[in-house]
């Protein structure tokens, strides 16, 4: 059984930066690609970033491209946020997807999650 934890949530100015963990547990975690998706109040879950098994091939959405960076060190993934902007505000999922292949954007292609870390960001 797959377990996903994060943490390293919080409240940050604007402009600010903050690294958000995910502990993976479980026997084969480190051989799945692995995501991040958040969720604001009123919207749907959205895709941040997602890195391959082996941390070679990463994809962001084009809100956060240039200043989030996604890495791993199995059994662990993390999510570098910097110049934080208020519209980054959400609860923040780590996802992981068991099926081999390209890298997913839809959370409904993952078959694990965590149970999410708040970040907020001031204006």
């Known amino acids: 059984q797959v377990q996903l934890v994060e943490s390293g949530g919080g409240l940050v100015q604007a402009g600010g930066s903050l690294r958000l963990s995910c502990a993976a547990s479980g026997r084969t975690v480190s051989i799945y690609d692995m995501g991040w998706f958040r969720q604001a109040p009123g919207k749907e879950r959205e895709f941040v970033a997602a890195i391959s098994w082996n941390g070679v091939g990463r994809r962001y959405a084009d809100s956060v491209k240039g200043r989030f960076t996604i890495s791993r060190d199995n059994p662990n993934m993390y999510l570098q946020m910097d110049s934080l902007k208020p519209e980054d505000t959400a609860v923040y999922y780590c996802?992981?997807?068991?099926?081999?292949?390209?890298?997913?954007?839809?959370?409904?292609?993952?078959?694990?999650w965590g149970q999410g870390t708040q970040v907020t960001v001031s204006s």
């Open positions: 996802a992981l997807d068991k099926r081999v292949g390209e890298l997913r954007l839809r959370a409904d292609e993952y078959d694990y």
